[in-house]
């Protein structure tokens, strides 16, 4: 099949959720179709990055945009029926050059990664002749909830745009659960969120992990010695940034009470004004972007306090792989496949989150028993191509069987590579 994978971020480098899952899905649609990628590109980097994945499809069409600008001209959304993430990910200068190729190269499937990327079905040139090719779409997480929850936990003013994003999204989740074929969800947790129709159409596909690259023994410990904690993530994302403070505020005061030198490494990119306050409190490292998170996972204990998550968090399943001892919150936890106990240690509160913390910081025989029983579990069950052997069944509709053999790896050409400098 001449697949079309419309991605709303370019998924490489893989330094986040969403990116990693793309770019492994990517793979493994390669080995079954002739793939055309087309994607946003919010950083330079992205573009530099490019011939990483050659080996994996015909042609690249990017689309250069500017963050700050696309935020800008998202708020347009306020005014019409558009959710304001779909105006973010929507370009019309990559509407034009989806259409060509669409067009061009024949493309006799589409596969979409997020939401807010259906809009270049709906909004094609071609949009008839689409309704008849076989149309799947990566949800990953049921946005609207997301949006919804975090209205439940925010100021009025904050709390009515949140609630407007969710009420939008719905109707694109509804109208995404009509038109294509099959969605795909991270976890069975996220089907309760959507309507009965389009939830008789899921699939739920979890998130791996790479268990080669994240293995007990990777990574350099620190030279510094003593107890430590670390936090990974993307920095200036409200649900990691109001469970570290939440923890720095709460938890960590108890955890010195008792262990007075620990250390907390806060590790992540884009940290914000928040994040680097924390770094003002001694004891707390704040690194920003690292060139190796495995070096940090090996540290010490792996803490994830998060309140609000949505589907399957990585900092999770990387550090059961790395066979890490983990303190986390039962929200961190929905989705993932691990005994708490055995594998994990659940905290419901601040005390028992400093409780557990502590036991593991001080018995390192009970912290090396926890990690080996993550890796394990890891190793059972978030293996990459065990999570990804369901998208084999993907129906191929209208547009015939699988093709043969592997993908063409040949250079990404130079007409499918189409950056541009301002977004549209």
Excluded at 71 to 96: E, I, N, P
Excluded at 347 to 363: C, P, W
Aim: proline share 6%; aromatic share 6%; with cysteine.
């Amino acid at each position: 099949m001449k697949l079309l994978f419309i991605a709303h971020r370019l998924p490489y480098p893989p330094h986040k959720g969403e990116k990693i899952r793309a770019l492994n899905i990517l793979k493994f649609l390669a080995a079954q179709h002739t793939v055309h990628l087309v994607s946003l590109a919010e950083e330079a980097q992205d573009l530099r990055d490019l011939a990483a994945l050659q080996p994996y499809v015909r042609s690249v069409t990017v689309q250069r945009v500017r963050p700050r600008l696309r935020r800008l001209l998202a708020l347009s959304a306020l005014w019409s029926g558009q959710a304001v993430s779909s105006r973010y990910f929507h370009s019309q200068a990559l509407q034009r050059r989806v259409d060509d190729l669409i067009e061009r190269e024949g493309i006799e499937g589409i596969f979409c990664s997020s939401s807010p990327t259906g809009e270049y079905v709906f909004r094609s040139r071609h949009a008839a002749r689409l309704r008849s090719l076989p149309k799947f779409m990566d949800l990953i997480d049921v946005d609207s909830a997301k949006w919804r929850e975090f209205a439940h936990q925010s100021g009025i003013g904050s709390a009515w745009l949140y609630r407007r994003e969710a009420r939008h999204l719905a109707a694109l989740e509804q109208r995404l659960g009509r038109e294509f074929d099959q969605l795909l969800l991270v976890s069975e947790a996220e089907r309760k969120y959507l309507d009965a129709a389009s939830a008789a159409r899921t699939q739920v596909v979890a998130n791996g992990v790479d268990l080669e690259y994240f293995a007990p023994g990777q990574g350099q410990p620190a030279q510094e010695p003593g107890a430590a904690l670390v936090f990974t993530g993307v920095m200036d994302y409200r649900p990691n940034v109001e469970g570290i403070c939440w923890f720095v505020r709460e938890v960590l005061p108890r955890v010195r009470t008792r262990c007075p030198h620990v250390r907390l490494y806060i590790v992540g990119r884009h940290p914000n004004r928040a994040i680097r306050r924390l770094a003002r409190v001694p004891g707390i490292v704040v690194t920003g972007i690292v060139p190796d998170v495995r070096d940090y996972l090996v540290r010490g204990v792996c803490i994830v306090p998060l309140w609000i998550a949505r589907g399957i968090q990585n900092k999770v399943l990387e550090a059961m792989a790395m066979g890490r001892p983990i303190v986390l919150t039962p929200p961190a936890l929905e989705g993932i496949d691990a005994q708490p106990g055995r594998d994990v240690l659940l905290a419901r509160d601040a005390e028992a989150f400093a409780d557990k913390t502590v036991q593991l910081l001080e018995d390192p025989r009970r912290a090396g028993a926890l990690g080996a029983a993550a890796r394990k579990q890891a190793e059972t069950r978030y293996a990459w191509p065990q999570i990804l052997r369901g998208l084999a069944d993907l129906p191929s509709g209208a547009a015939g069987p699988l093709r043969e053999g592997a993908p063409d790896s040949r250079l990404i050409r130079s007409d499918g590579v189409q950056p541009v400098t301002r977004a549209s």
